[in-house]
């Protein structure tokens, strides 16, 4: 900084820039008034207030659909011991459990279910009837009949109907009593609800008692009460589906009685867009098979393959209209839909033979290819495309694969946790403010305003310096020059330094910036490296899948073993390359939450200045006594301003010191709070661990069951197909003898009417 010589600036010049400075003192201390306000002076969030704004938040997130994260926020605050004095722990725990049902995690939903039940206070009859609800998916009945004779007692002596109806289904589904006993039960429950006279579950009550009927084989009762069903007035959707199974399992007990007439009328009733009409129309066609009037049979199954080609019917139709052509003697029609169903289904049962046989261990086969998919595997999915839709238990293998990616979720969520505790830790030792980002955004405020604070002074101390320029001697002039370079040095970065909220977020802004783009080179990668890595995967499959394609021997053997020895290596770099990524995005997104950090430095550098100012200032002080009154009363009125600004600067530094008390109080609560965590973190672990050895080979297991039940289905229709070919075959071969001893026999009449026609002329001519 070159100070002009005072001769040659105006006392009036320098005024008016001592006002500038006083101006920026002035804005300084609006936002240290601000930042009091806001930051140091406003009591701080109670534990309470805390625990509430969190119920707040996960309850937001529940009712936007994010059950994931209310579920965790939700368990955190049931598991708080504060928290579970407050009004609204009832609540979180009735928000976590119906969180949890909704993730389809039915034992954590019904393990809370258990302890709001146990509570006996508001949400019971709704946590009841979800219990039951998991207790039939679940087939768990321990304690439920404590929980009902519970909920007679709150409510009167009698179920609300709602919860009554849950019940009724409950007993209905009871797999640990025999029919004889759960289905009576049932229906006594159903029967108080089908009594109420425009209840809500009146009807739905009634065909329960049917089914039950059919159950316990009564179908005299079992017609009255389905025909009452479809008698009724429908109100909704819901009643006219009831409606439309009442219609259904009418036609089903009148075939069971033989009564194919009515059974053919009520299976009519079924519209034709519904789920249930292809089953209608091949129970129709049985009916008219069983009544003899083989055409009208064949003229349903026609109209099941025009409307559901694609329906599971439609080969057992197929089958079924190929026998029923037979008994009409159509053979070559029925040659032909017997081969159609052959042709179609043979290759899909060979490729699945073929699936299971080609390795030694298929249930080993399945876990190791799910292993080594690091995504989502549907092992239906291997299934040949017109198998899928026979997979009737695929459900089974998708709950088999989502228990195993639950684990693996687990044991990730234990890592990331851990990592996430020490992450935590190493932030509150090392970044102290910077890791609670609202006090670190008071913090940064507060500096702003320091900065403002020191630019003021570094004006004054350039006025004064203009001021007194002219007196110096040549000692003073060398210490001033040696202080002058070295404030040169420093005010370069002072100037970069924000002073206002606008500075502090742009200034963030770009710190963000260069995040997003270093996350974005960060995705790519990862995403290039997961396509590398399922390459590998197909690599690897194919290798074993067509191990017994190949020939050559020991040589083969060895090459095989050396090619899968460099995809192995191959797959370690790039695991290795994705744990580098994996790592790098987590420090990504710890700096994003840091874009305002480094205060600390920034204070350093600021303390700095301050004291190569005030070594000018000390230099100038000692030239005071010198000079005129108009440069002595501006002086003055420059200490009247630097008092102001040290004042601001007291007001700073103890806005600052209040903001560091309470980030140490944080840190304090919050170390005790991760190490709690990373001490549960532990047991987790284990549990994790041993559920695992558990559940190893599970998804194979069931996968190899689903598949051989399908193989089963393709088995058994290819055979039924293979013997209607026989039989067509030695039907037309009983035909044809039939027809040839029919003509032999009339040969033989013929034959003897000639001879007894001829028998006189034969006389004589003997």
């Excluded at 009837?129 to 998916?137: D, H, N, Q, T, V």
């Excluded at 070295?486 to 330094?497: D, G, S, V, Y």
Aim: proline letters at 2%.
């Amino acid at each position: 900084m070159g100070a002009v010589p005072a001769a040659a600036q105006t006392l009036t010049d320098l005024t008016a820039r001592t006002e500038t400075a006083a101006a920026l003192v002035k804005k300084a201390a609006n936002d240290v008034e601000l930042v009091e306000r806001q930051y140091t002076l406003v009591d701080e969030q109670t534990d309470e207030a805390a625990l509430l704004a969190r119920f707040s938040d996960a309850e937001i997130r529940k009712l936007l659909g994010d059950y994931a994260t209310a579920s965790v926020l939700f368990y955190d605050l049931v598991a708080n011991k504060d928290f579970q004095k407050t009004p609204r722990y009832i609540d979180a725990l009735y928000y976590l459990a119906d969180s949890l049902y909704e993730m389809k995690n039915y034992l954590g939903a019904r393990l809370y279910l258990r302890q709001l039940l146990d509570l006996r206070g508001k949400y019971y009859k709704e946590a009841l009837a979800r219990y039951l609800e998991i207790a039939g998916r679940l087939n768990f009945f321990v304690g439920v009949d404590d929980y009902i004779t519970q909920a007679r007692g709150l409510s009167g002596g009698a179920l609300p109907a709602e919860l009554s109806y849950v019940y009724g289904k409950w007993l209905f589904s009871r797999e640990d009593l025999p029919v004889a006993d759960r289905v009576p039960k049932a229906q006594a429950v159903f029967d108080g609800l089908a009594r109420e006279a425009g209840g809500p579950l009146r009807l739905q009550s009634i065909y329960f008692i049917g089914v039950g009927h059919v159950r316990l084989k009564a179908w005299d009762k079992a017609i009255e009460s389905f025909t009452q069903v479809t008698k009724m007035t429908a109100r909704d959707a819901r009643d006219r589906k009831v409606q439309e199974l009442a219609e259904v399992s009418l036609g089903r007990v009148y075939f069971e009685v033989a009564k194919y007439d009515e059974a053919v009328e009520h299976y009519s009733h079924v519209p034709q867009q519904s789920d249930n009409f292809p089953d209608s129309l091949y129970e129709i066609a049985w009916c008219y098979v069983r009544k003899g009037e083989l055409r009208k049979a064949k003229d349903a199954t026609e109209v099941l393959l025009l409307v559901a080609e694609n329906s599971v019917l439609a080969p057992e139709a197929k089958i079924l209209q190929g026998t029923l052509l037979q008994k009409l003697q159509n053979y070559e029609e029925a040659l032909d839909t017997y081969n159609g169903v052959i042709n179609e289904y043979a290759p899909v049962r060979d490729e699945i033979d073929a699936l299971l046989t080609v390795n030694k261990d298929p249930v080993a086969y399945f876990d190791e290819l799910l292993a080594r998919n690091e995504k989502t595997l549907d092992v239906t999915k291997l299934l040949p495309t017109a198998a899928l839709k026979w997979a009737s238990t695929r459900d089974d293998v998708a709950d088999a694969v989502a228990i195993t990616n639950a684990l693996d979720e687990s044991r990730k969520g234990l890592a990331d946790s851990r990592d996430i505790a020490t992450r935590i830790l190493k932030s509150l030792d090392e970044r102290g403010v910077d890791s609670f980002p609202l006090l670190q955004e008071g913090y940064s405020r507060a500096a702003a305003v320091e900065t403002i604070v020191t630019r003021a002074e570094e004006a004054l101390t350039e006025i004064e310096g203009e001021l007194v320029g002219s007196k110096l001697s040549a000692e003073q002039l060398q210490q001033l020059e040696a202080a002058r370079a070295q404030e040169k040095n420093l005010k370069a970065r002072i100037e970069t330094l924000p002073t206002t909220s606008e500075q502090l977020t742009e200034r963030k802004a770009r710190i963000q910036s260069a995040i997003d783009a270093l996350e974005k080179q960060a995705f790519q990668l990862s995403i290039e490296a997961q396509s590398h890595a399922a390459q590998l995967v197909a690599v690897r499959k194919y290798v074993d899948d067509t191990r017994a394609q190949r020939k050559g021997g020991k040589t083969a053997t060895e090459d095989e073993k050396a090619f899968l020895e460099r995809v192995t290596n191959e797959q370690n770099g790039i695991d290795a390359t994705l744990a580098e990524i994996d790592d790098l995005r987590k420090r990504l997104a710890a700096e994003r939450n840091n874009a305002d950090k480094a205060v600390s430095g920034e204070d350093a550098l600021r303390k700095q200045y301050t004291g190569v100012l005030d070594q000018e200032r000390g230099i100038y002080n000692q030239l005071r006594a010198g000079l005129p009154d108009d440069s002595r009363r501006l002086l003055g009125r420059i200490d009247v301003v630097r008092a102001d600004a040290d004042a601001l600067k007291d007001r700073v530094n103890r806005a600052k010191g209040t903001i560091r008390e309470r980030v140490q109080r944080r840190a304090q609560k919050l170390r005790d709070q991760v190490l709690a965590e990373a001490t549960l973190l532990e047991g987790f672990s284990k549990d994790t661990d041993a559920i695992t050895g558990e559940t190893r080979n599970l998804v194979g297991r069931i996968a190899f069951d689903s598949f051989r039940r399908v193989q089963k289905s393709f088995y058994d229709l290819v055979l039924k197909a293979d013997v209607g070919v026989v039989d067509v075959s030695f039907q037309r071969k009983q035909d044809k003898t039939s027809e040839i001893q029919k003509k032999s026999a009339a040969k033989d009449r013929e034959l003897k009417q000639l001879e007894d026609e001829f028998k006189d002329v034969l006389k004589d001519v003997d």
